[in-house]
């Protein structure tokens, strides 16, 4: 799954590379990102083992990308790819990994965005109302590698060029393609038998994450002298691929799932001349998705035994938010290529 994002690389390395009959802006950035990734799955009802319960696996979304970012702009039209990374593998805080039982007054909220409905939660669980039998508690760490493209195209006086005053709308379509892993460790385990276990095991589980995010919506920009307003929407379908292997059980779990979500940009720049400027950005995502999941090995009679099913229930929720920084330069190439005459 890793080598994907090189691909998005290479095309990125095609933007600054574009003829010069097109405006070529780019820059650094650097981003910090918070929230929280949720993946459950459970039967509120007896399954064929008389048995109503889930478990939930929780990581949180905290850590910094680095980046680089490429705009094209040619008269309405805008084109802006960017490849972030986090570099290496980033303390992210604790993780937690719970099985539980479900009882009556146990409640499942499975659609996070009902399109039939018009209505909307806000929220990355599915199960509450539970009871553990058995709660991991540890410390994770999280890699990540982001790669992104957008076109627009703007109304009115709105101008895609940074530097020109104008104010309208803009409708805007893209993709976006992470490939992200987890590592959950220092576990203490705590599991309701008898006796009662509760103590460290180390290494809990791996989990790698394939996702791919299709985006489509608008938004508004706003620029009147040295300052600009960005503000955008776009709702979005998704289908993320997982790994989940669990070290101590020896068994790997494979999911696939698909869903909706939306993300929404507020951006405020500020131009510090003719061909350089600085932003602070807030990004806030939503990803709520169900597929299923298949098992692969294990030591236990039971784990091996799940082999052999076709499937299992799955939900994978993201809720996150990120605050960027970044500069951007608009290449001057009338200018070098009158230094190149000389």
Not at 306 to 327: A, P, Q, R, T
């Amino acid at each position: 799954m890793v080598p994907k994002i090189y691909k998005f690389a290479f095309l990125f390395l095609l933007l600054s590379i574009t003829p010069v009959s097109a405006e070529i802006i780019w820059g650094p950035t650097i981003e910090r990102s918070g929230g929280e990734y949720i993946f459950e799955t459970g039967n509120k009802y007896p399954n064929l083992s008389g048995i109503r319960g889930g478990s939930r696996i929780s990581f949180p979304r905290t850590f910094s990308l680095l980046g680089i970012q490429g705009i094209i702009t040619k008269e309405r039209w805008e084109v802006s790819g960017s490849f972030k990374t986090t570099g290496w593998s980033q303390k992210s805080g604790e993780a937690r990994d719970e099985d539980f039982f479900l009882g009556s007054i146990s409640t499942e909220n499975t659609t996070n965005i009902a399109t039939r409905e018009w209505s909307y939660r806000d929220s990355a669980t599915v199960y509450a109302g539970s009871r553990n039998f058995a709660d991991g508690k540890g410390k994770s760490t999280v890699s990540e590698n982001r790669a992104e493209f957008y076109g627009r195209y703007y109304f009115q006086s709105a101008n895609p060029n940074y530097w020109a005053d104008g104010s309208g709308f803009f409708l805007s379509a893209g993709v976006r393609y992470s490939y992200f892993k987890y590592l959950f460790y220092d576990v203490n385990q705590f599991i309701e038998s008898n006796p009662v276990f509760y103590g460290p095991i180390g290494i809990g589980l791996s989990f790698s994450n394939d996702l791919w995010e299709f985006f489509a919506g608008g938004g508004y920009r706003y620029s009147a002298g040295n300052f600009y307003l960005d503000l955008s929407l776009m709702p979005s379908f998704g289908r993320i691929k997982t790994r989940d292997f669990h070290v101590q059980r020896s068994i790997n779990f494979f999911s696939e799932n698909y869903g909706l979500g939306w993300a929404s940009k507020a951006e405020v720049g500020y131009k510090m001349g003719p061909s350089w400027l600085s932003y602070l950005r807030i990004n806030h995502r939503r990803f709520f998705s169900e597929g299923r999941f298949t098992s692969q090995g294990g030591l236990t009679s039971e784990d091996i035994a799940s082999n052999l099913v076709s499937g299992f229930k799955s939900h994978i929720n993201i809720k996150d938010y990120s605050i960027e920084i970044g500069l951007l330069n608009k290449l001057d190439w009338n200018q070098k290529s009158e230094n190149s005459e000389k």
